[in-house]
Each structure stands twice: as structure tokens, then as C-alpha cells.
């Protein structure tokens, strides 16, 4: 044969995931932790995996990894699922409550991958945009709901790129007011110390998704976990791909996630330049900042994407959303350490002289 028939057309308008990162100095477009695992929790590490048998399928529902996050959250094991990165979870919940037929109900503009995630399953969204000020528009959402035809939610809190916590009273009304799957976001949890943990067991529909991708300096290890009711948690079970946890992966979010205390004072600092970098950008003019939660902050700027040229130029490599849907001119910076931030303020600052 010297042809081949297409691929399924629900694959036709997508384009292969591209974060487009480039080579830079201060690396801030990605919302990872400036700082690598420290260096006494890496050789942990290290001496646990010289004795991974590599010749052996790993346990595929990373027993010990669940055990240990659920003992911290105060839950069984059954409640708790490890996933690889928190992607593959969204992609897992996409093909359990989405698929031909399905709705997925969606609050713009937020995490990319949600919608890819819905239309690889060909599950049709609803969405209900954040308003000019990218609050969710909470009474718009809970009438929706009403309908009856929504089979999941994804709640992004702190949103993600725009900052903002959700309300946990709106989040209770939500839970309240349907029977879809409500997913809570909280990747940036560690950032904004607000969970809706606490409502897990009144509520058989709340998910909440979390990773060690930000805060705990993982994102090249890939571990993600999802708490759920044990019969939600059942559901995702059936779709996953069996070994997609490999056994380094375990151990190394295993031992990272023992240590986890080691990771506080990055996170406090993280915090604090986050405060100082939200002064120094609300003191220029021309430029608009969200308030953050998270790790990083969404800011609005004439000219931006000539803005982001200049920055790449001095080294520093942003987000750019200036053509993103409902984000027109805004660029998003991930909080660095003190020295790449100032680095960024300084080549906005040049950037915004020219
Ligand atoms: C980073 C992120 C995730 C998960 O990332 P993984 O690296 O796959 O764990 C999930 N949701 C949001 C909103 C994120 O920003």
C-alpha cells in the first residue's frame, strides 16, 4: 500500500501538544519550581532506585504511593489514585464521564487541555465564559446545571492561567446542584493552601486533582493523583493504562512526598516574591496583573506580543496568551527565584521604554 486512509476526524482541527519552550536564561513559562529536588532528598532517591528491579512490571496502582498520600489526607486508600502526571488524569476523566454523547461542561479561559481532552473523546462542551475580570460567572454556571445533560465539570482553583481561587460556597452550591462529576483542579494547591478536601466525603461527586509537577520540582517525573469517592476513583480505575506509573516514578514521588517538609520554605518564598512581583507590576503603567493564588500571574499589556519578543530577546521566556481566546493581550509570568524575577522586571521595564 503506498496510502494510508485518515486517522479519526475528531483528530482533524487538533495540532500536537507544543508548550513552546525555547532555550532562555530565566525560564518562567512553564509554573515549575525554580528549584530542582534538594540535594539530600535526590540521593534518597538515588539509593532507592539501585535497587528497582527493572525487569519487573511495576505495581500498577502504586499501592504505596496511594497508601502514603492517603494517610496524609485523612483517607483510605481506595479514595486515592496515582496517575502519570495529573494529565493523564484529566485524560482518564475525559474517557469515563466524557465520550460520543456526552457533555463536558467548561469555564474559559483555562488549562488547554481540557477541551483537547473532550474533543479526543469526542464529548461535546458546554462553556460558560469567566467574565471580564475572569470570575467564574457563578449564576450562569448553576442554572446551566440545571439542565440535567452535563456529565462533568472541571473547576480550576487557582485557575490556571488567570490565578484566581474558586468560591468554595459556589463550589458547595455546584456540588449541590447537580450529579455530574465535579473535578476541583487544585494542581496549584500547595501555592494557595485552600482545598476543598474538607467536602470529600459529603459529596459523591467531587474529584480533586492534584501534582507534584509544581511544587514538589517534579514535572520531568510525571506523578499526578486524584481523591475521590472510592466509586469514582473505581471508574477512572477501568480506563487507565495499566503500567502508565512506572516504578522510578513511584520511588522518586515517594520519597519526594516523605520530604515534602523540605519543600516549605521554597513554597514561602515562592509566595513572597509572588507579592512582590504583583506590587511591581501593579506599579506600571500600562500594565494590568491579576491576582494570583498560584505560582504565577497573568498580566495585560499594550503591544504584548512585541513585549514578549523584547523579554525573549534579554533572556527571559514567558507564556504567551496575546492571541489565546478570551486573553487578548496578556502574557503570563511563572514566579521564579528572586533573581529571575528581577531579571523579568528589568527586561519589562527596558521592553516598556522602547
Ligand atoms: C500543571 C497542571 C496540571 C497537571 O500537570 P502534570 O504535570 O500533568 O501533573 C493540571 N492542571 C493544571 C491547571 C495545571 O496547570
Known amino acids: 500500500m503506498r496510502s494510508v486512509r485518515s486517522a479519526n476526524p475528531a483528530l482533524e482541527t487538533l495540532e500536537p501538544y507544543d508548550p513552546k519552550y525555547l532555550p532562555a536564561n530565566a525560564f518562567l ?8 529536588v534538594p540535594a539530600d532528598v535526590r540521593l534518597a532517591v538515588k539509593r532507592e532506585v539501585r535497587n528497582v528491579a527493572f ?20 483517607l483510605d ?18 474517557l469515563a464521564w466524557g465520550g460520543p454523547g456526552r457533555t463536558f461542561l467548561n469555564l474559559p479561559p483555562t488549562f488547554s487541555v481540557y477541551e483537547i481532552n473532550a474533543q479526543l473523546t469526542s464529548t461535546n462542551v458546554v462553556r460558560i465564559p469567566r467574565r471580564a475580570d475572569y470570575s467564574i460567572d457563578e ?27 474558586a468560591d468554595e460556597a459556589f463550589l458547595l452550591r455546584l456540588l449541590d446542584a447537580t450529579d455530574a462529576l465535579v473535578v476541583v483542579d487544585e494542581a496549584y494547591f500547595e501555592f494557595s493552601r485552600r482545598t476543598m478536601r474538607p467536602w470529600l466525603e459529603k459529596h459523591a461527586n467531587l474529584a480533586i486533582l492534584r501534582t507534584f509537577s509544581k511544587a514538589f520540582s517534579l514535572a520531568g517525573v510525571r506523578m499526578g493523583y486524584l481523591f475521590a469517592d472510592p466509586r469514582v476513583i473505581r471508574e477512572v480505575a477501568k480506563v487507565r493504562q495499566p503500567y502508565s506509573v512506572d516504578a522510578v516514578s513511584q520511588i522518586v514521588a515517594r520519597v519526594v512526598f516523605e520530604n515534602r517538609a523540605k519543600f516549605e520554605p521554597g513554597i514561602k518564598a515562592i509566595i513572597a516574591e509572588r507579592g512582590r512581583l504583583m506590587n511591581e507590576l501593579g506599579a506600571m503603567d500600562g500594565v494590568r496583573p491579576y491576582p494570583s493564588d498560584a505560582n504565577y500571574i497573568l498580566f495585560r499589556v499594550s503591544g504584548a506580543d512585541a513585549v514578549w519578543e523584547r523579554l525573549y530577546e534579554q ?40
Request: glycine content about 8%; hydrophobic content about 40%; proline content about 5%.
Open 29 to 36: 513559562s512553564a509554573n515549575e519550581n525554580p528549584l530542582d
Open 55 to 74: 525487569n519487573r512490571y511495576p505495581d500498577p496502582l502504586a499501592n504505596d504511593l496511594r497508601d502514603l498520600i492517603a494517610e496524609a489526607n485523612g
Open 77 to 94: 486508600r481506595d479514595c486515592v489514585l496515582a496517575g502519570n502526571g495529573g494529565d493523564e488524569l484529566l485524560f482518564d476523566i475525559a
Open 139 to 165: 449564576e450562569a454556571v448553576l442554572a446551566r446545571v440545571e439542565a440535567g445533560d452535563i456529565d462533568y465539570i472541571i473547576v480550576t482553583s487557582p485557575n490556571n492561567p488567570t490565578g484566581q481561587l
Open 315 to 354: 533572556g527571559v521566556l514567558v507564556r504567551d496568551f496575546s492571541h489565546a481566546p478570551l486573553l487578548e493581550g496578556c502574557l503570563r509570568v511563572s514566579v521564579g527565584t528572586r533573581e529571575q524575577n528581577d531579571a523579568f522586571l528589568a527586561a519589562l521595564r527596558a521592553a516598556r521604554k522602547e
